[in-house]
């Protein structure tokens, strides 16, 4: 993958930069700051992005926005944003344009290697990565107040798991059910949200932008 990359600190940004050579990835640019993560998709086109939240110059949510910015101008780029904490609403604005080409995921999970790697190429082909702490923090907020109380755990497990980015057949190895007991279980969930069964749209990534942004 061509990769660009955008985090303030030097010692994570190295380190992201050595990781993916070393896993035979091209990084195109390696940059401080959201208007030079912004310069440098313009003129490169990457795959995909990693980008901090929190950049300078004011460190509240310079990233999100240049993250925003790219997938208006460029929906072609994946996205890749990294947070310190889990932030809700940066997570729901991030995704009102689509669930597809993005990712949501804590610093922290940047240390388990396997799982960053494997968040990274998923964006970068068109599915998205969902921190899983992020997701069962949305669980508990909108089962309160949404239709998605009306799911049964295992219906809220399989949207969890959608939201994450995994095909159905991931869901099933997953969990450690059958395929036709995922597809089951997703249709019970799109029933029971009311998504219309339309060619103009796709009822997974609404079922994802409905759980969401609930």
Do not use: C
């Given at each position: 993958?061509?990769?660009?990359?955008?985090?303030?600190?030097?010692?994570?940004?190295?380190?992201?930069?050595?990781?993916?050579?070393?896993?035979?990835?091209?990084?195109?640019?390696?940059?401080?700051?959201?208007?030079?993560?912004?310069?440098?998709?313009?003129?490169?086109?990457?795959?995909?992005?990693?980008?901090?939240?929190?950049?300078?110059?004011?460190?509240?949510?310079?990233?999100?926005?240049?993250?925003?910015?790219?997938?208006?101008?460029?929906?072609?780029?994946?996205?890749?944003?990294?947070?310190?904490?889990?932030?809700?609403?940066?997570?729901?604005?991030?995704?009102?344009?689509?669930?597809?080409?993005?990712g949501y995921l804590l610093k922290d999970r940047v240390?388990?290697?396997?799982?960053?790697?494997?968040?990274?190429?998923?964006?970068?082909?068109?599915?998205?990565?969902?921190?899983?702490?992020?997701?069962?923090?949305?669980?508990?907020?909108?089962?309160?107040?949404?239709?998605?109380?009306?799911?049964?755990?295992?219906?809220?497990?399989?949207?969890?798991?959608?939201?994450?980015?995994?095909?159905?057949?991931?869901?099933?190895?997953?969990?450690?059910?059958?395929?036709?007991?995922?597809?089951?279980?997703?249709?019970?969930?799109?029933?029971?949200?009311?998504?219309?069964?339309?060619?103009?749209?796709?009822?997974?990534?609404?079922?994802?932008l409905h759980y969401l942004g609930a």
């Open positions: 993958m061509r990769v660009t990359l955008a985090e303030d600190s030097t010692l994570l940004r190295e380190g992201l930069v050595r990781l993916l050579a070393e896993e035979g990835h091209e990084v195109l640019a390696a940059v401080g700051d959201a208007t030079a993560l912004t310069a440098a998709v313009a003129e490169q086109r990457p795959d995909v992005v990693v980008v901090d939240i929190r950049m300078p110059p004011t460190h509240t949510d310079e990233g999100l926005r240049a993250a925003v910015e790219i997938r208006e101008r460029w929906p072609e780029v994946g996205v890749l944003v990294l947070s310190q904490h889990i932030e809700l609403g940066y997570a729901a604005r991030l995704l009102d344009a689509g669930a597809e080409r993005v240390a388990e290697v396997e799982e960053f790697l494997d968040a990274l190429v998923r964006v970068a082909a068109g599915g998205a990565a969902i921190d899983p702490e992020v997701v069962r923090r949305l669980v508990v907020r909108t089962t309160r107040t949404d239709p998605l109380a009306r799911l049964t755990p295992r219906e809220r497990s399989v949207l969890e798991a959608l939201a994450e980015g995994w095909t159905n057949a991931a869901i099933a190895q997953r969990l450690h059910v059958s395929l036709s007991a995922v597809e089951k279980n997703l249709n019970a969930v799109f029933d029971k949200l009311d998504l219309p069964r339309t060619t103009d749209h796709n009822r997974r990534i609404l079922a994802v």
